[in-house]
């Protein structure tokens, strides 16, 4: 296991489409984030997991929006009925407890038309 | 309420040049962490460096170094001798210890850096 995984790595749907990405964290990493990155910003928090826990969740993240992480171990985000605004990089991220680094994914790069 | 700012949006330097990228954050919290990553164009966000609020002490790791100033709320990299491959874009982020103790990071906007020959 060498790091964090996403798939894919890029998705183009057309609006009004659902969408779902992976993440697999590092093994063992018991927290997992997911993060949104439009083009020249920086990257913005959506959603924490702590173990199989969704513990936070940013106002960023629409009912639109989906993300589960069964038995701690892979995610899910899904985004339903996506719009062009969802147009973004999704980028994954796991870290052990406490506020030590977290290591990034690749990301998926969505774009919708 | 936390923010980070970086206020260089993009810097041109040449080959060899040493080169410092701004940060200055804000937060209410007495203990956090604060962070560089690099963002090649590969997309993958690099961790380069993580410091608490706690320890002021400069650190330096081969060409990089770091500026932790608590008075100004700074915390600056400086690459020196930079390289075409240090060409990216750089952030800088802040974690807070607060009661929910997430961890997530509160990311500034990013300096691009290009490094020309």
């Known amino acids: 296991d060498t790091g964090v995984s996403q798939d894919p790595r890029h998705k183009i749907t057309k609006r009004g489409q659902n969408v779902t990405f992976r993440c697999d964290p590092i093994?063992?990493?018991?927290?997992l984030y997911w993060y949104r990155q439009t083009l020249g910003q920086g990257p913005e928090f959506l959603t924490y997991?702590?173990?199989?826990?969704?513990?936070?969740k940013s106002r960023l993240l629409s009912d639109r929006f989906s993300a589960e992480r069964p038995k701690g171990s892979f995610s899910t985000l899904e985004i339903q009925r996506t719009e062009q605004g969802d147009s973004a990089m999704y980028l994954c991220?796991?870290?052990?407890?406490?506020?030590?680094?977290?290591?990034f994914g690749q990301g998926t790069r969505l774009t919708v038309v | 309420a936390q923010k980070v700012t970086q206020a260089q949006t993009e810097i041109s330097v040449v080959e060899k040049e040493d080169v410092t990228l701004d940060c200055v954050y804000e937060?209410?919290?007495?203990?956090?962490?604060l962070f560089w990553y690099k963002q090649p164009p590969s997309g993958e966000l690099v961790f380069l460096i993580r410091?608490?609020?706690?320890?002021?002490q400069n650190e330096i790791s081969g060409r990089y170094s770091w500026n932790f100033q608590k008075s100004t709320s700074s915390f600056n990299f400086t690459i020196t001798a930079s390289q075409v491959v240090d060409s990216a874009v750089y952030f800088c982020?802040?974690?807070?210890?607060?009661?929910?103790?997430?961890?997530?990071?509160?990311f500034g906007q990013g300096t691009t850096l290009q490094v020309k020959p």
């Open positions: 991220a796991s870290s052990t407890l406490g506020n030590t680094e977290a290591f």
């Open positions: 093994s063992e990493h018991n927290r």
């Open positions: 997991f702590q173990n199989e826990a969704q513990l936070e």
């Open positions: 937060t209410r919290d007495t203990t956090y962490y």
């Open positions: 410091r608490n609020s706690f320890d002021e």
């Open positions: 982020a802040l974690s807070e210890r607060s009661s929910s103790n997430t961890g997530k990071l509160i």
